[in-house]
């Protein structure tokens, strides 16, 4: 990869200066690390209009479908091939550690594959019209210039699954990278020159939100918006959309339930509990952060889990031994310490964890941190922290382990720890989540669609179907018959 470190938007087939500059910080030292380029409102305008052109121009719009697919492959094998170079980016300025940097990016190869298949199976259909003189048939055309917004943690991951099926679909993309972390995406946008993409087919910014976000997602000539990151962000997109009334999808928070009954596996459980609750430091959308223990096993899980968190090992992001890395930004940080200090008001019991651990002062580090709790209404059990913070409530019962894992806003994913087949298939019907993992958490896959139920979004990304948010169908009509039409105006 060539010039990768040299962070520059990549705007028609270029890559150029932004109306500014602003510094990165690395979270394991708390320090600059590199400068970035922040698109300005007129850097955004430019984007948009390269990628409207693109969509009409032969060199992308005369593409068969099978030859974008082909294009789409090479880009995997770029990111196959660059995998490595690419998570040590993501680490060093998000301090996401390298073991998973590595294994996601290695996986994110494998999305751009599966849409490339996707491209050639895009199809339209002929309908059985009423009317015996008359065909009518939908072809389904790519939807047009795709704004497509991520949060700083995972980007290259999260925008694989909107470029992929971008496009697949025939569609041209401006990809705004988070104002956190942005370099993976910067880099990713030398991948994407190299892989023959014609100018303006796939633009990629950096920026702030009011600025760039939301001159992108206004932006009249964006005709669909792909958005991940927090509910409160995606208001204002909804907002903005009012103006392109852009077809939307969001992807946003959570505040996932797991719950474990007393007849599960408490060993294996308790790996997935630790897994899907502190890796990436709890920096993840479909984090389990509320924990449900039927109250017969509850202080032996409750155990279990405290042991496995004491030992995990905290430290540099980069070093493939640690287990633990620091938090993104040092906000994130404070608004965590702050929701546990209301929590511990509010009557949380705090059972491990808590606090910044010792020896790591230069980074944003924490501590994986277990609090026990009465119920859904202490902070820490309510809101997304977005940070190693479980909180651990006893239960009674399924009905009433069903009514704590519902009383959310929320609604992305859920876990359930039982060996018993039949309450397993009633829970599945009745938990209201986007993703229900049994026995198991965290698992992904580019054929399986994700996406959440009420507060944590709209539409689902990933599998076969989502490339179809990514296209609008027309309706043709063609009549069959010689016969001149008869003139409207004459009685007969
Ligand atoms: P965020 O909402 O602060 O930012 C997301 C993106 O929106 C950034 O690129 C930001 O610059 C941009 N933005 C900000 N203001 C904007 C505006 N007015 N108009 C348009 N764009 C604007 O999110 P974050 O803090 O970076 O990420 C964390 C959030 O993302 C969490 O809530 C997390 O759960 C969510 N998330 C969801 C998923 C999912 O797939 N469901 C995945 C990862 C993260």
Redesign the pocket.
């Known amino acids: 990869m060539s010039g990768a470190d040299d962070f520059r938007l990549y705007i028609d087939g270029a890559f150029v200066e932004g109306g500014s500059r602003f510094e990165s910080l690395d979270p394991s030292t708390g320090r600059p690390w590199a400068s970035m380029p922040a698109a300005t409102a007129a850097d955004v305008d430019r984007a948009v209009k390269a990628a409207h052109r693109a969509f009409g121009e032969p060199a992308w719009a005369g593409l068969t479908a099978s030859q974008r697919g082909r294009l789409l492959l090479r880009l995997a094998d770029l990111v196959a091939a660059n995998a490595a170079h690419l998570a040590e980016l993501e680490t060093r300025d998000t301090g996401k550690i390298i073991r998973e940097t590595r294994a996601q990016i290695g996986y994110v190869a494998e999305y751009y594959r599966y849409f490339a298949g996707l491209a050639d199976k895009v199809e339209g259909a002929h309908l059985p019209v009423d009317k015996p003189d008359m065909e009518a048939w939908l072809r389904r055309e790519p939807i047009g210039v795709v704004a497509a917004?991520?949060?700083?943690?995972?980007q290259l991951f999260?925008s694989a699954v909107k470029l992929g099926p971008a496009l697949a679909a025939g569609c041209t993309v401006v990809l705004?990278?988070?104002?956190?972390g942005p370099a993976p995406l910067l880099a990713f946008a030398r991948l994407v020159h190299e892989a023959g993409f014609p100018p303006g087919v796939v633009n990629i910014l950096t920026g702030?939100?009011?600025e760039?976000?939301?001159t992108?997602?206004a932006h009249p000539l964006v005709a669909r918006v792909a958005?991940?990151?927090?509910?409160?962000?995606a208001r204002?997109?909804v907002r903005?959309t009012a103006e392109n009334l852009a077809y939307t999808t969001l992807?946003?928070?959570?505040k996932s339930p797991v719950m474990v009954f007393a007849d599960a596996d408490l060993e294996s459980a308790a790996n997935a509990i630790v897994a899907g609750i502190f890796a990436a430091s709890g920096q993840?959308?479909v984090a389990g952060s509320r924990l449900f223990v039927e109250r017969a096993v509850h202080d032996r899980l409750l155990a279990l889990l405290v042991e496995k968190a004491r030992r995990i090992r905290i430290g540099d992001p980069q070093d493939p031994a640690t287990e633990m890395g620091p938090l993104a930004t040092a906000r994130q940080r404070s608004h965590i310490e702050a929701t546990i200090a209301a929590s511990l008001a509010a009557g949380a019991r705090l059972v491990t964890g808590g606090g910044r651990p010792e020896g790591l002062d230069e980074g944003i580090y924490f501590q994986p941190t277990i609090l026990s709790c009465a119920g859904n209404e202490v902070p820490c059990a309510a809101e997304?922290l977005?940070g190693p913070v479980l909180s651990v409530i006893a239960f009674d019962g399924e009905e009433e382990a069903v009514a704590l894992a519902n009383d959310s806003p929320f609604g992305?994913a859920s876990g359930i720890f039982t060996r018993d087949l039949t309450r397993t298939h009633r829970l599945i019907r009745r938990l209201r989540a986007g993703i229900v993992w049994v026995n198991t958490y965290r698992a992904v896959s580019p054929i399986v669609p994700?996406g959440?139920y009420g507060q944590?979004?709209l539409g689902r990304e990933g599998g076969a179907e989502s490339i179809r948010d990514y296209t609008r169908t027309k309706s043709v009509w063609i009549r069959t018959s010689d016969e001149p039409i008869a003139d409207p105006f004459v009685m007969r």
Do not use: D, I, M
């Open positions: 917004v991520v949060p700083w943690n995972s999260l705004k990278a988070s104002e956190e702030f939100g009011e760039c976000g939301r992108l997602t958005f991940t990151g927090g509910p409160a962000t204002h997109v903005n992807e946003l928070g959570g993840s959308c997304e977005f992305l994700f959440g944590s979004g």
